[in-house]
């Protein structure tokens, strides 16, 4: 059974760094696209970057563009989310995802294309 586990939340002040990690098991890592969201309190789940199955694409919200880094590491069944410059409007639930289909030439941001998902990890930036 495909399994993911986000890792790495935790409380950081404005303008700090958090490094998020996600684990995957029960799957071939490799040929997945994956992809990070995360949902904030009253609002809805929304995509922050995402991979392509082949891993040579990747997509950013322009929320985070420049201040976010997403990485993979197929030996390890790993995907990570490199989070600088953080700001409080960056607090949310961070979710890791990975769709059924196979996306060669884009991924997707939508959640509506994601079937599998992590339990989230909780990220705070606050002074």
């Known amino acids: 059974q495909l399994q993911l586990v986000e890792s790495g939340g935790g409380l950081v002040q404005p303008g700090g760094s958090l490094r998020l990690s996600c684990t995957g098991s029960g799957f071939t890592w490799d040929g997945y696209a994956m992809g990070w969201f995360r949902q904030a309190p009253g609002k809805e789940r929304e995509g922050v970057s995402c991979?392509?199955?082949?891993?040579?694409?990747?997509d950013y919200a322009d929320s985070v563009k420049g201040r976010f880094t997403i990485s993979r590491d197929n030996a390890k069944n790993t995907v990570s989310l490199q989070m600088n410059n953080l700001k409080p409007e960056d607090t949310a639930v961070y979710y890791c995802?990975?769709?059924?289909?196979?996306?060669?030439?884009?991924?997707?941001?939508?959640?509506?294309?994601?079937?599998?998902w992590g339990q989230g990890t909780q990220v705070t930036v606050s002074s």
């Open positions: 991979f392509s199955s082949t891993g040579e694409i990747t």
């Open positions: 995802a990975a769709p059924k289909e196979v996306y060669r030439s884009h991924c997707p941001l939508s959640l509506y294309e994601y079937d599998y």
